[in-house]
């Protein structure tokens, strides 16, 4: 009896297990679809599942506010939410990967500031290049994530390592500075518009309220984005043994750097697009899916795709419920959860940061 | 028989430093080579030259007669295995997920590994006696094993040439004998090996050639007995005289006497 107790700890103990992965995979996605059913119910206006379910089967449930509130309201700011921490999930997992540093997350190391800059020139200087709502500013969002990771890559890369007081600082002083242009832009703005609000809420982190046209835009960049990742996820094992030895194995180092920070940073504009500055989502639900099934990316990506929507989508929903009905920017929340679990990774890498 | 691998006129210089004007070797499919030489004289260079992860200034080196600047890096790594001095692994991959990265050069764009690459692995290991580590995190591994896993992934890109820089570097001394006998075995499994190798009283009896590497002279190659000779030591090491039968007959008592 206890030597089969062993035995199961055992076998559930190995991570490397495929059917313990494919149950774990399963269950995300279960808690996933779940979780988008009960954050439709919750709201000022309480929606009855009951209802939810037969309105969704075609039936009609609900009366006309509820309809107009979970069809142009709670639904697009859900699948919002949802694909915003998948994409920074997955832009992080990139990241860590690409510097070889568990603690590469997009906000810290200045790609959100690059994407958010990006978007506010495409908000403020070129607004009649706006199609759908944001479809110049997110493609300037993307340019602007390319230039800011390049630029924090090379200034805190030594030969082809990147120590983490090198990153830490480069990011800082990227992100700030980039953040403080993007809100210089925001004072100069003298029309006091749309696009302030716009980038009020891009500043803070809060999830937006996009239209369905301009949610099937963003999702089709994160999809792609997540998509485009998994010829990485083997080539970023390679580059974990150091680049000379992923070359001498046959990685093309140069090729798979400018891939990662490319599909990196389409990832990170759109969940800017989506959300604006949300921090340490990149680093939290990465971090954690490495716990539990160790560091191969080839596994971590798709785990780490769905955990990151399970997780900025429950923090979304008790960022508008929990003071109703005000609401939180979900940016303060995640930096609530975020730094503290920051400064305990710092602290593990605390040998290397003050050798 | 054609060389395995040749250096022929080689050069090669950093920036402001030349390490070698013009270095002609070959290697054999059945050698066995210790390369010794004093720090600084070009011994990891020369390894990585023949990696292919450095190119050649001029000269070049030849693999069954193609140089290896016209064939892809894949190519090369599925027939000379480089094993590094150091080797730092981000995240805790284990021993099994890191030897697996042995058969990068033989995996498609998509896809994962097949039949044949999970055995080549399985081979590695049981070669290296490195099974048992296999769930084990690579960067928590004694030396001794590190260096012994290190191998297992040269060992699983089925190469005909392994490089090892420096293998016995770090081990005490019952870890240098396992790797010395590891390193016999591989020659009895007809994998060709050039080693670049510090301690001098290891060679006698396992490498069958010696290339001696000197700075600003040509290389010097020979069997160990003629090699390993206390006047050329000396004048190479730049070090006074060592006694001489030391060198030829080892033993675990002299050994510390003789690191050079």
């Known amino acids: 009896m206890t030597g089969k107790i062993e035995r199961i700890r055992s076998e559930s103990a190995a991570p490397s297990h495929p059917a313990r992965y494919r149950l774990l995979l399963g269950s995300l996605a279960l808690a996933l679809?779940?979780?988008?059913?009960?954050?439709?119910?919750?709201?000022?206006?309480?929606?009855?599942?009951?209802?939810?379910?037969?309105?969704?089967?075609?039936?009609?449930?609900?009366?006309?506010?509820?309809?107009?509130?979970?069809?142009?309201?709670?639904l697009p700011r859900i699948f919002a939410a949802a694909m915003a921490g998948a994409a920074l999930s997955v832009s992080g997992l990139l990241f860590q990967g690409l510097f070889r540093n568990p603690l590469a997350d997009p906000y810290v190391i200045g790609s959100s500031g690059g994407a958010l800059l990006g978007a506010s020139f495409g908000v403020f200087i070129l607004p009649q290049l706006s199609m759908a709502g944001f479809g110049a500013t997110a493609l300037l969002g993307v340019l602007g994530a390319i230039c800011s990771i390049t630029l924090v890559y090379m200034l805190a890369s030594v030969n082809g390592r990147t120590p983490v007081v090198a990153l830490l600082l480069a990011g800082f002083a990227v992100s700030t500075m980039l953040s403080y242009c993007s809100y210089f832009l925001e004072v100069m703005d003298h029309d006091f518009g749309a696009g302030m609000r716009v980038l009020s809420s891009w500043l803070h982190g809060t999830i937006n309220q996009p239209t369905w046209p301009q949610l099937a835009v963003l999702a089709a960049m994160v999809l792609v984005g997540i998509a485009a990742s998994f010829p990485l996820t083997r080539r970023l094992n390679t580059l974990a043994l150091g680049e000379e030895y992923a070359a001498h194995l046959g990685l093309h180092v140069q090729q798979t750097r400018i891939a990662v920070i490319v599909i990196g940073s389409l990832l990170t504009a759109a969940a800017v697009a989506l959300g604006g500055l949300i921090s340490f989502v990149g680093l939290i639900v990465p971090h954690m899916m490495r716990m539990i099934l160790g560091p191969d990316h080839v596994r971590l990506l798709p785990a780490t795709a769905l955990a990151g929507g399970i997780f900025l989508l429950f923090a979304d929903t008790v960022a508008r419920t929990i003071i109703a009905p005000s609401e939180l920017p979900v940016g303060v929340l995640t930096a609530f959860i975020g730094g503290p679990f920051f400064l305990y990774l710092l602290r593990q890498a605390k040998r290397e940061v003050f050798a | 028989m054609t060389p395995l691998l040749r250096f022929s006129s080689l050069g090669f210089s950093f920036a402001d430093r030349t390490i070698f004007t013009a270095l002609d070797a070959s290697v054999p499919p059945d050698a066995s080579i210790a390369l010794v030489g004093p720090n600084g004289c070009g011994k990891t260079t020369l390894l990585r030259l023949a990696a292919g992860t450095?190119?050649?200034?001029?000269?070049?080196?030849?693999?069954?007669?193609?140089?290896?600047?016209?064939?892809?890096?894949?190519?090369?790594?599925?027939?000379?295995?480089?094993?590094?001095?150091?080797?730092?692994?981000?995240?805790?991959?284990?021993?099994?997920?890191?030897?697996?990265?042995?058969?990068?050069?033989?995996?498609?764009?998509?896809?994962?590994?097949?039949?044949?690459?999970?055995?080549?692995?399985?081979?590695?290991?049981?070669?290296?006696?490195?099974?048992?580590?296999?769930?084990?995190?690579?960067?928590?591994?004694?030396?001794?094993?590190?260096?012994?896993?290190?191998?297992?992934?040269?060992?699983?890109?089925?190469?005909?040439?392994?490089?090892?820089?420096?293998?016995?570097?770090?081990?005490?001394?019952?870890?240098?004998l396992e790797l010395i006998d590891l390193v016999k075995r591989l020659r009895r499994h007809g994998i060709a090996i050039l080693a670049s190798m510090h301690e001098l009283t290891l060679i006698e009896g396992v490498f069958s050639q010696v290339w001696m590497l000197s700075p600003g002279e040509p290389?010097?190659?020979?069997?160990?007995?003629?090699?390993?000779?206390?006047?050329?030591?000396?004048?190479?090491?730049?070090?006074?005289?060592?006694?001489g039968p030391v060198l030829l007959k080892p033993s675990l008592k002299q050994s510390e006497r003789v690191r050079v």
């Open chain 2, 219 to 243: 290389l010097r190659q020979g069997s160990p007995q003629e090699m390993l000779r206390p006047d050329l030591l000396s004048r190479v090491f730049d070090c006074p005289p060592l006694s």
């Open chain 2, 54 to 176: 450095l190119k050649p200034t001029h000269g070049d080196v030849r693999l069954h007669g193609k140089s290896l600047h016209t064939l892809s890096q894949r190519t090369i790594a599925r027939s000379i295995a480089l094993v590094p001095q150091n080797v730092e692994v981000s995240f805790g991959f284990t021993v099994q997920q890191f030897v697996e990265q042995g058969r990068t050069p033989y995996l498609k764009m998509f896809g994962g590994m097949s039949v044949a690459d999970r055995d080549a692995v399985e081979h590695a290991m049981e070669l290296t006696d490195t099974c048992s580590l296999r769930s084990r995190i690579f960067n928590q591994l004694s030396g001794g094993e590190r260096q012994r896993v290190k191998i297992a992934l040269g060992l699983a890109q089925q190469p005909s040439l392994l490089l090892l820089d420096e293998p016995t570097q770090h081990l005490d001394i019952g870890r240098q």
């Open chain 1, 33 to 74: 679809l779940l979780g988008i059913l009960l954050a439709a119910c919750v709201g000022v206006v309480p929606i009855p599942m009951h209802d939810l379910a037969r309105s969704l089967l075609g039936g009609q449930a609900l009366n006309a506010d509820q309809h107009l509130i979970l069809f142009t309201i709670r």
